[in-house]
């Protein structure tokens, strides 16, 4: 990949053109060209100091260039998520380390942040451009720099302090902190963007010890899988991926990083996914749980186990909460910022904190009976703190809802609203028969029996054929792709079957899946990409339905939309480009359950690889 030597473009670079490195508090991603353009600091839900990405003229950035490169290739270090920038150029090659070092024994837990960049010369001289330009609290915060002679700059405004500690001279040139330096073969030139701590310079060799630190720790995390399919490379990034959005102080999981990311350029669904969905974290328990993951499951339980208590009397649980639990995460629009690409609103906050979405009561259930089955036992107050969240099921679930998608165009008895609760039902009767837990199971059963009936009798469409998205309605709708993988049907029920051939008559393009039609009854007008959780979704129905050879090949299909890293973002666009939040918890998850199921059905069907999906 080209990339010019003057000055960066006035447009964000693409979405998929970034890597993401982490700390388990936060996360900052590196573009191919090497600047860092989105972060948010302390935390994932901090207001960002760098944020290129939503405007790149005030949001801030941190840049190392090389002169005269000819091509940048970006790489993981092997199972890790150590960044290496490589920038190649026939007189020279240079590598660019880009890390955050995650608490652990050898680097204990601490308010600390950093991000460490180490340059090497590979092979001839090059002249490295360093410049720290942050833009505090979604660049609305001024600052001051300051040079601090033998160790760098520091940074100063009323959100905070950044120390931009360097082993070469920086000069303050207006917001930024510069350096230009010729490095020559063997040489190094290391740098740290530190939220917190102690202004002071460089210890010897400290940047390659952290760096050493960093890669041991995700090497003895990752040893931990105990996935052996055919896809293992697939599976341990995006294990890699729902690592790095785990808050390890709480042991909550934010859907995405990043915010106002747009699902469609030029539209309005820009949303700020750095909080704690329910049902997002309940899947990627899962995902996390079966390839053997159970510490993560289990500091999730806890997290869960406190928004159940908390929740006042009589109320269902929220659908998203901060990472501290908080419950108030009112929706605001930065109208300061360009938006990536000129997309706006900028949002932060999410005002789907007050919708009513019923499903999340089935993912949670369906999460917890797998823990308890698969992890440890839980609690009984964790149980008697669940029948409460199910007591106020069993009163709410005829409700309208807002529903999964989080539409905005007003509430529906929507399908799978109404299948989750059966989920919700049917999952805790089987913890009671399995622990002997005390449960009204009679009522239990009756309400679980009442949903599946209004799926089967209010939701089918005898004229379309089709489970549709909600009652009395034509409209499709791809969420109902899990009904095998929850068990509500079977892979080869006939109502399940026909709903698939319709799905792809209406939803599939090229292998893609779209969550549904988009006709501005969800109260928008603006078009949207595929989606792609609901492709691998679709890979796995596929594959449990008996149709294992298309399911593979839409599967390898669906590897090509990854970025050079192996990343997902929310959707996918019409040209194939990367569009909403990034890297985002759903899509990872969902390839991990694709990929485990596909390997086993491959494995007993001995399915040939060239038979094609349907055109």
């Not at 082993?167 to 917190?196: I, M, S, Y």
């Not at 009513?356 to 008697?384: A, F, R, T």
């Amino acid at each position: 990949m080209k990339h010019d030597i003057g000055p960066r473009q006035a447009v964000a670079p693409p979405i998929e053109d970034h890597g993401v490195i982490g700390d388990l508090h936060t996360v900052a991603l590196v573009g191919v060209d090497g600047t860092i353009d989105w972060c948010c600091l302390p935390r994932f839900d901090a207001p960002s100091v760098f944020g290129a990405l939503l405007d790149t003229g005030r949001g801030g950035s941190f840049s190392v260039r090389v002169r005269d490169v000819e091509r940048t290739k970006q790489m993981y270090l092997p199972d890790s998520n150590v960044l290496l920038t490589r920038f190649l150029a026939e007189a020279a090659v240079a590598e660019l380390y880009d890390f955050m070092v995650p608490d652990h024994p050898s680097c204990p837990a601490s308010d600390v942040r950093q991000i460490v960049r180490q340059v090497r010369m590979v092979r001839g001289s090059a002249t490295v451009e360093v410049e720290c330009r942050p833009a505090f609290d979604y660049a609305r915060a001024t600052h001051t720099v300051e040079v601090v002679e033998g160790v760098g700059a520091v940074f100063t405004s009323p959100a905070g302090a950044l120390v931009l500690r360097s082993t070469v001279p920086l000069r303050a040139e207006g917001d930024a902190a510069v350096a230009t330096v010729v490095l020559e073969p063997g040489r190094t030139l290391e740098l740290a963007a530190q939220w917190g701590g102690e202004v002071r310079p460089f210890g010897r060799g400290e940047a390659s010890r952290l760096l050493d630190d960093t890669l041991r720790y995700w090497d003895g995390w990752l040893r931990r899988s105990t996935y052996q399919g055919r896809y293992r490379e697939a599976v341990e990034r995006s294990a890699l991926v729902l690592k790095l959005l785990v808050h390890q102080p709480t042991g909550a999981l934010v859907a995405a990083p990043t915010t106002s990311l747009p699902e469609s350029l030029g539209g309005g669904r820009n949303w700020d996914y750095r909080y704690t969905w329910v049902r997002d974290a309940a899947f990627t328990l899962y995902a996390l749980m079966r390839l053997g993951f159970t510490e993560e499951a289990a500091a999730f339980i806890d997290w869960l186990h406190h928004r159940c208590v908390e929740a006042p009397p009589g109320t269902g649980l929220q659908v998203l909460y901060g990472i501290d639990g908080r419950s108030e995460l009112p929706e605001t629009v930065l109208d300061h910022l360009a938006g990536y690409r000129g997309s706006r609103p900028v949002r932060i906050g999410n005002a789907a904190a007050n919708q009513l979405q019923l499903d999340i009561h089935g993912e949670l259930m369906d999460s917890v009976y797998l823990y308890n089955k698969h992890g440890e036992p839980i609690s009984y107050e964790l149980w008697e703190a669940l029948s409460r969240q199910l007591e106020w099921l069993e009163k709410h679930w005829e409700e309208p809802d807002d529903g999964i998608w989080e539409t905005r165009g007003g509430r529906r008895r929507f399908t799978y609203s109404a299948l989750m609760t059966w989920v919700a039902f049917e999952r805790a009767m089987r913890i009671a028969r399995h622990r002997g837990m005390p449960a009204p199971v009679e009522r239990w059963r009756d309400a679980a029996a009442a949903a599946y009936r209004y799926v089967q009798e209010e939701c089918w469409s005898p004229e379309l054929g089709a489970y549709v998205q909600y009652a009395d309605g034509r409209t499709l709708d791809a969420s109902l792709l899990v009904m095998p993988l929850v068990k509500f049907a079977g892979p080869s029920d006939p109502r399940f079957l026909s709903t698939v051939r319709r799905l792809e008559d209406e939803l599939v393009s090229d292998s893609l899946v779209h969550r549904y039609r988009t006709d501005g009854t969800d109260g928008f007008l603006d078009r949207e990409g595929t989606f792609n959780l609901c492709s691998f979704w679709y890979v796995e129905a596929l594959a449990r339905a008996g149709r294992v050879g298309e399911a593979r090949y839409i599967f390898e299909k669906m590897t090509t939309h990854a970025n050079h890293l192996g990343l997902y973002a929310e959707e996918i666009g019409a040209a194939g480009e990367a569009l909403g939040n990034f890297p985002q918890a759903f899509t990872h998850l969902a390839l991990i359950s694709a990929a485990t199921n596909l390997d086993r059905a491959i494995t007993a069907n001995r399915a040939p690889t060239s038979r094609h999906c349907r055109p």
